[in-house]
T-cell receptor, first 117, second 118 residues
Framework: AQKITQTQPGMFVQEKEAVTLDCTYD???????LFWYKQPSSGEMIFLIY????DQQNATEGRYSLNFQKARKSANLVISASQLGDSAMYFC??????????????WGLGTSLAVNP | GAVVSQHPSWVICKSGTSVKIECRSL??????MFWYRQFPKQSLMLMAT?????????EQGVEKDKFLINHASLTLSTLTVTSAHPEDSSFYIC??????????????FGPGTRLTVL
């Protein structure tokens, strides 16, 4: 069964420090994609970063990087130099196997991040 | 690019009425759109996958007759909550697939619609 696990319901980080949000996944499909989204209190879902299962290097997007450990089936999000505006819910998601026309995502329960000044 | 809009952003209605929510991809064509429901402080729950020109695929446990989905064009999908009841109050989010080169698997999300049924 496909599954995304985020074990940290809530995290605190001091402004300007780095924080790692954990995500582990389970799939038997050799081809998959992993996504991280940010959801501030306004409700919009903001795409942060993507990692394909065949990508050789860890994905990076500005202050966001994905620590992809394929053997351990983990895809942790690292936010460097945290800012107050980073306070939000963070969701890890996995693209389901490419069957038919659907590309639905499997979602984790999310991690609430609070950045302290 | 890759902007998705939703309308309305919030709606309050009386129990028993129907509410239609629109999801539009503004600058790209989306053959597939997804409808999610989210309760406070919870994850997104996929309700259905909407493919242009065909019937929507509903997730297990989602009532097809209650949540009507129409994907009549490559840029518009609608979700109609029929005979709404207070338990239907929730945050509804749509997403559209594709739109960017090399990101055909990326879902672009609308801003969401907050439905309150009195």
């Amino acid at each position: 069964a496909q599954k995304i696990t985020q074990t940290q319901p809530g995290m605190f980080v001091q402004e300007k420090e780095a924080v790692t949000l954990d995500c582990t996944y389970d799939t038997s499909d050799p081809s998959y994609g992993l996504f991280w989204y940010k959801q501030p209190s306004s409700g919009e879902m903001i795409f942060l970063i993507y990692q394909g299962s065949y990508d050789q290097q860890n994905a990076t997007e500005g202050r966001y990087s994905l620590n992809f450990q394929k053997a351990r089936k983990s895809a942790n999000l690292v936010i460097s130099a945290s800012q107050l505006g980073d306070s939000a819910m963070y969701f890890c998601a996995m693209r389901a196997p490419t069957s038919g026309n659907n590309r639905k995502l499997i979602w984790g329960l999310g991690t609430s991040l609070a950045v302290n000044p | 690019g890759a902007v998705v809009s939703q309308h309305p952003s919030w709606v309050i209605c009386k129990s028993g009425t129907s509410v239609k929510i629109e999801c539009r991809s503004l600058d790209f064509q989306a053959t597939t759109m997804f409808w999610y429901r989210q309760f406070p402080k919870q994850s997104l729950m996929l309700m259905a996958t909407s493919n242009e020109g065909s019937k929507a695929t509903y997730e297990q446990g989602v009532e097809k007759d209650k949540f009507l989905i129409n994907h009549a064009s490559l840029t518009l999908s609608t979700l109609t909550v029929t005979s709404a009841h207070p338990e239907d109050s929730s945050f509804y989010i749509c997403s559209a697939l594709g739109g960017a080169v090399g990101r055909t698997d990326e879902q672009f999300f609308g801003p969401g619609t907050r439905l309150t049924v009195l």
